[in-house]
């Protein structure tokens, strides 16, 4: 097909996000490609008294018309629209809305496609930020909590052996269902369920009313949810639950001395168990301040640079973090909602939040465009080298897999956005300041 799309082609920004194509097609290329898909048509047509490629081309008309004029409005609407975009170097991120005509003999075609663009952004004053990075200093207190998570991770679940109340801490199995206004709920509802009682899973007010209960017994309790619960239905509502018990179990720890460290079998000592301790303490800690550095410095470059994101782009990323959220909740033992009211809250939540994730990544982008930062396909390699060990995965099976689930380029992204950060990082201006158990106890230094 012979193409000028310079002369077939106007566009017009509607937004720094949005732009419109309009196109008029002369009518002798219209005529061009409906010739062509005419004689494609001609060759598979079957048509009674005429054989494939000898049919007339009125008796195809009358046969295949809205067919051979749907194909050509296709051909032609990619045909210019792709091109197009090529040859005047626009990037679009979304679909294009298209609003097209039909085919009329001996007049143009015309037809036009709103598509959405990354907006231009020339990023500013990223340079010389004063920041304040917080770290935590780890407590012997800290270090102690962390051996005594460790003794319950290999505790013991002993059913009670009396006829006793359920105290906080204990491990219940509970039936129960609930009812809002009159109306039971399936979401409510449930039987044999395993819960620790003072873990606050439940919403607040359920587990405390269970402690006291004895087995077999039955209870009714209310209990009022908050304005902003993420079930709509319940919301800033009073439920009445039955609950029957029908099992407490309780934790048994083991002793805290050599024989337990031993059970580990990394570790040699209580004290060498400790020394990990603290040393996996110290790298949250650190982890923890770069993060909150992170954060403050993201606030300032939004704050410095305004622009607007496509809203296909910030649809994307909410879809990810409310899928994301469902993941997590999921392997935590909570029940995933599917409801649309539940969906509806996500996306209220979730909202200012992926447009926030997408400023971010378009200026990081920007910036390492600006700076002349890349990433390499030999830092991409070794990432995955890393991420295979991680996941007892050879490099090769873990990249095709990656590639396969389109997530390779995160990989490119994670690596750029950590080279810009350590850039934006050696050209702030940061206080590093130690917080101590007593805000008296602070050491600040320039770094």
Do not use: C
């Not at 039955?242 to 990394?266: C, H, W």
């Not at 390492?368 to 090769?396: F, H, M, N």
């Amino acid at each position: 097909m012979e193409n000028n799309i310079l002369d077939a082609v106007k566009i017009e920004d509607l937004s720094s996000v949005k732009k419109k194509l309009s196109f008029e097609i002369p009518w002798e290329k219209v005529k061009k490609e409906l010739d062509q898909v005419y004689t494609l048509v001609s060759r598979n047509a079957k048509i009674k008294g005429f054989r494939s490629g000898k049919i007339p081309r009125k008796i195809l008309e009358l046969y295949y018309k809205e067919y051979a004029e749907g194909e050509t409005v296709t051909n032609l609407v990619n045909h210019f629209y792709w091109d197009a975009l090529e040859k005047n170097s626009i990037r679009g991120v979304s679909k294009p809305e298209i609003d097209q005509g039909r085919i009329e003999l001996e007049k143009a075609f015309s037809f036009s496609a709103i598509v959405e663009i990354e907006p231009i952004v020339e990023p500013k004053d990223y340079k010389g930020m004063m920041l304040t990075k917080e770290i935590e200093a780890v407590t012997e207190k800290q270090v102690d909590e962390r051996l005594e998570a460790l003794r319950h991770i290999y505790a013991t679940l002993e059913d009670v052996s009396t006829n006793r109340e359920v105290h906080n801490g204990d491990f219940v199995t509970i039936d129960f269902r609930g009812e809002v206004d009159g109306n039971a709920l399936s979401e409510l509802k449930a039987e044999d369920h395993f819960l620790e009682i003072g873990s606050k899973k439940m919403v607040q007010g359920f587990e405390e009313q269970i402690i006291g209960m004895k087995v077999n017994e039955t209870k009714e309790i209310s209990v009022a949810f908050p304005d902003d619960y993420p079930f709509s239905p319940v919301a800033g509502k009073t439920a009445i639950f039955l609950v029957k018990l029908s099992g407490i179990k309780e934790k048994k720890l083991p002793p805290l001395d050599e024989t337990f460290v031993q059970n580990l079998e990394k570790y040699e000592s209580l004290n060498v168990l400790k020394a990990d301790i603290r040393r996996s303490l110290e790298e949250g800690s650190i982890h923890r301040a770069n993060t909150g550095l992170r954060r403050k410095m993201m606030d300032i470059l939004l704050e410095k640079n305004i622009f607007e994101v496509p809203p296909s782009i910030v649809e994307r990323q909410l879809e990810y973090l409310i899928m994301d959220f469902q993941r997590r909740a999921y392997q935590s033992g909570m029940q995933v909602n599917q409801s649309p009211e539940m969906i509806s809250s996500l996306r209220e939540q979730f909202l200012e939040e992926a447009r926030r994730q997408v400023k971010i990544f378009l200026l990081m982008k920007n910036i390492a465009l600006k700076e002349g930062i890349t990433v390499s396909d030999e830092e991409i390699d070794q990432r995955i080298v890393e991420l295979s060990e991680k996941y007892a995965q050879t490099p090769e099976s873990l990249k095709k897999h990656l590639e396969k689930d389109g997530r390779l380029d995160h990989i490119h992204y994670d690596l750029l956005d950590s080279k810009v950060f350590d850039f934006l990082t050696g050209h702030a201006q940061i206080n590093e300041v130690i917080t101590q158990v007593s805000p008296l106890e602070k050491e600040e230094k320039s770094i």
